[in-house]
């Protein structure tokens, strides 16, 4: 079956920047979806279509998409990013859905 | 307010049946793909099934295919989850999403809090 690889987690200090990758077989030919989860809430999104910010989201965040990996960029990260970040697609058909293992940001 | 609140959760014994419900508002329910994706207690997002805005097309990850079923109904602006034969990995927290864009099939903008199921004996 169809999987995202994402690290488990990333640990950055207050005003650098961090960045999540994703790779996957598929991703040059599908779309992917970034989702930001904080304890006891429902997930986010905050980016889509590999680089679009959605509505609200700040634009320090941001996506990249090179090949089969594509990229979550935080800049100047700051206390409340710290999360778990997943990444979304789907295989060649479009319909079954994947997500990402998930990674969990630290901020030091 | 755009909004998805799901119930129909709980405790259920191995093999069991539960049925989920999630009740739209604030939307044009029935011009949406609608999604459930779950969260095992401490694990990560698992998608689970997908289905159109018709409800003609059904999509479900191989983990529930044969065992759950997805269905809506256009009336009361509502999304259920059938599950059968219950196994304790599919407990879990379970959310209903929406998915953003009337010609998307994934990418989900809109999430409800979730409805927990705890499948064990």
């Known amino acids: 079956s169809y999987e995202l690889t994402q690290p488990p987690s990333v640990s950055v200090s207050p005003g650098q920047t961090a960045r999540i990758t994703c790779s996957g077989d598929?991703?040059?030919?599908?779309?992917v979806y970034w989702y930001q989860q904080k304890p006891g809430q429902a997930p986010v999104l905050v980016i889509y279509k590999d680089s679009e910010r959605s509505s609200g989201i700040p634009e320090r965040i941001s996506g990249s998409s090179s090949g089969t990996t594509v990229t979550l960029t935080i800049s100047g990260v700051q206390a409340e990013d710290e999360a778990d970040y997943y990444c979304?697609?789907?295989?060649?058909?479009?319909?079954?859905?994947?997500f990402g293992g998930g990674t969990k940001l630290t901020v030091l | 307010e755009v909004q998805l609140v799901e119930s129909g959760g709980g405790l259920v014994k191995p093999g069991g049946s539960l049925r989920l419900s999630c009740a739209a508002s604030?939307?044009?329910?029935?011009?949406?793909?609608m999604n459930w994706v779950r969260q095992a207690p401490g694990k990560g997002l698992e998608w689970v099934a997908s289905?159109?805005?018709?409800?003609?097309?059904?999509y479900y990850a191989d983990s529930v295919k044969g065992r759950f079923t997805i269905s809506r109904d256009s009336a009361k602006n509502s999304l259920y989850l059938q599950m059968n034969s219950l196994r304790a990995e599919d407990t879990g927290l379970y959310f209903c999403?929406?998915?953003?864009?009337?010609?998307?099939?994934?990418?989900?903008?809109?999430w409800g809090q979730g409805t927990s199921v705890t499948v064990s004996s």
């Open positions: 604030g939307f044009n329910f029935n011009t949406y793909y």
């Open positions: 979304q697609s789907a295989d060649s058909s479009g319909f079954r859905v994947v």
């Open positions: 999403a929406r998915t953003q864009g009337h010609y998307d099939t994934f990418g989900y903008d809109v």
């Open positions: 289905l159109s805005s018709g409800g003609r097309d059904h």
């Open positions: 598929e991703l040059s030919k599908q779309y």
